[in-house]
């Protein structure tokens, strides 16, 4: 069980603080020693109702309690926040999951290099996720333990050395969970037209991303050897991926990612001057 014997402080209250409040508190940390900044007021009444936790409505002395920083804002928004409570944060750890905001961005406007990266996804909501994390020097290995603390209460976690390479995961695992829906809308279109109920063919698709994901991850074999495995030639599988060859979806998908990661690099660029 993880629990931390300092108050660890949240800028910004939304759905991947609250992946990471859940976690922390299923591992034992103490509500109480749990700092919320949400300008929101449904949002922090809702943090309360769910976790027990309470938040403020802006940054304000009682943030010197808190030894980790997590920084869950939008990137448009992280300056201003940044601006609001560096004078109360300044000996801080600081862990952000704000997509495209640089480091060195962050340094400027917090006055510190101790800050790691991350780009978590939304499966962290249920234990699931999976965060890319970098570390700006100096940060010690006592920091890098704390940041894995936190991020193993959402899920799996991995550290990257080059800070632009948080640009492709961004577009890999960050976006990844909306290809994932995208397909299961297709796929739930297509069973309901071949005569299934929405529920029906919903559940089939849901039942099947999981199961072949977790065939693909009990496996040490690439995913195109498992992919051959069910494609007969002749048969119905062969028929669809046919298809979807003949119609470029393969290309058209990579094309897609690597516009995701343009996006995630012009974040940077747009809102960490």
Do not use: C
């Not at 994390?133 to 990257?160: C, K, M, N, Y």
């Not at 297709?186 to 109920?197: K, P």
């Not at 029906?200 to 040490?220: E, I, K, M, N, P």
């Not at 051959?228 to 119609?247: C, F, L, N, P, Y």
């Amino acid at each position: 069980m993880t629990t931390f014997d300092s108050t660890i402080a949240f800028i910004g209250g939304g759905n991947m603080a609250s992946a990471i409040i859940g976690g922390l508190l299923r591992q034992g940390q103490a509500a109480a020693r749990i700092q919320v900044v949400e300008p929101f007021e449904p949002q922090r009444a809702k943090l309360l109702s769910e976790f027990g936790v309470r938040a403020q409505a802006e940054a304000s002395g009682a943030l010197r309690d808190a030894r980790i920083v997590v920084w869950a804002v939008k990137p448009q928004t992280f300056k201003d926040a940044a601006a609001q409570a560096r004078e109360h944060v300044a000996g801080a750890l600081h862990l952000s999951v704000a997509a495209g905001i640089r480091s060195g961005s962050m340094a400027a406007w917090l006055g510190t290099d101790r800050i790691v990266r991350a780009m978590p996804n939304t499966p962290a909501l249920v234990g699931k996720g999976m965060t890319a994390l970098f570390a700006r020097e100096p940060d010690s290995a006592a920091d890098r333990q704390q940041v894995e603390s936190i991020v193993a209460t959402t899920g799996e976690f991995l550290w990257v050395d080059d800070e632009a390479h948080l640009d492709a995961v961004t577009a890999l695992s960050g976006s990844g969970p909306a290809y994932v829906f995208y397909f299961l809308e297709a796929m739930r279109q297509a069973g309901t037209e071949m005569g299934l109920t929405p529920q029906q063919a919903y559940r089939l698709a849901v039942s099947t991303f999981a199961g072949a994901a977790d065939l693909a991850r009990a496996s040490s074999d690439p995913p195109e050897t498992l992919r051959e495995r069910v494609t007969s030639k002749g048969g119905t599988t062969h028929a669809a991926i046919t298809s979807m060859q003949q119609d470029g979806v393969a290309a058209l998908f990579v094309k897609a990612l690597h516009a995701a990661r343009k996006r995630a690099a012009e974040l940077g660029d747009e809102f960490g001057a």
